[in-house]
């Protein structure tokens, strides 16, 4: 960027492009900026990106579209729904940004309810109402890439959203290029190791990795020091079984994070699709936390 922007510059441009009002800034980092609002009589989100300059802008461009592309197609109550097109802004003087309304969901992000230990059954809604968000993903054959605790919506009625599909590829189109391992340190699948091919299976592993973090505060593959070693764990390494850390782990639970967690994807559920089908089987202990339950 040239320049920055002005917050007053920002929402002034999104009345005018967007017809949201009432904007309150929620966060900023980096070059994005999330706002609230009001489309019509409705609450929103509202997300900008400001766009770098030299070549980058165009894979942050690329990106927002992908993001935005991948939520109009996706038609289920766990996941985020996006309320307009991406529109890009022109501050004048090199500056620009890209700008998008989405449903306002309340709540908070996961990432900031990991404090504690959950207890199971807040886990069970966990792999269930994520699982749900999967299986819309993967029947459009999009792979999410990106499953991550600042993904993921607890929202004040206990159950959870997916959001945030920016990185999600269609397995039938080109990925996005740029320079950047897709995914979020911590939260990627063996898969996910520079030359990998990510595929929905992938997906289900770092859904296994946020159940296994919020029962235990831990990865089950150490994210740290050089990321060389990082990857190296994903390639080789076993996660440890989750009732090592959690003895009294219900058996359905247990059994579910553990095979989510297998090194090799054959070994897991191949989709979100199987692992609904799969806690569908299990009704006795998951079936509370289903949409339609």
Known sequence: MSRQIPLDEVTAALAS???????EPLAQGGQKYVFKGKLESAEAAVKVVLLPDGPDSAYVLERAQREVEVLATIDSPRVVRVLSEVVEIDFGAGAQAVAWVEEWLDGSDMRKNLAQPWDYARCARLVVNIG???????DLEVVHRDLS??????LSDGSFSLMDPGLARHLAKTALTGLFQPGTPG???PEHVPG????????????GILAFLALTGAHPIDPGGAEDDYYRRLRDYDSPKIETLCPDIPEPLRDVINRCLQRQPARRFLDGQELI???EEQKHFFGSYFINA
């Open 187 to 189: 939260h990627r699948s």
């Open 149 to 154: 605790p600042a993904n993921v919506r607890e």
């Open 277 to 279: 089908e799969d806690l």
């Open 132 to 138: 749900e968000a999967l299986a819309a993903f993967h």
């Open 17 to 23: 492009s967007l017809s949201v009002t009432k904007l």
């Open 196 to 207: 990998g091919d990510i595929q929905p299976v992938s997906d289900i592993f770092a859904l």
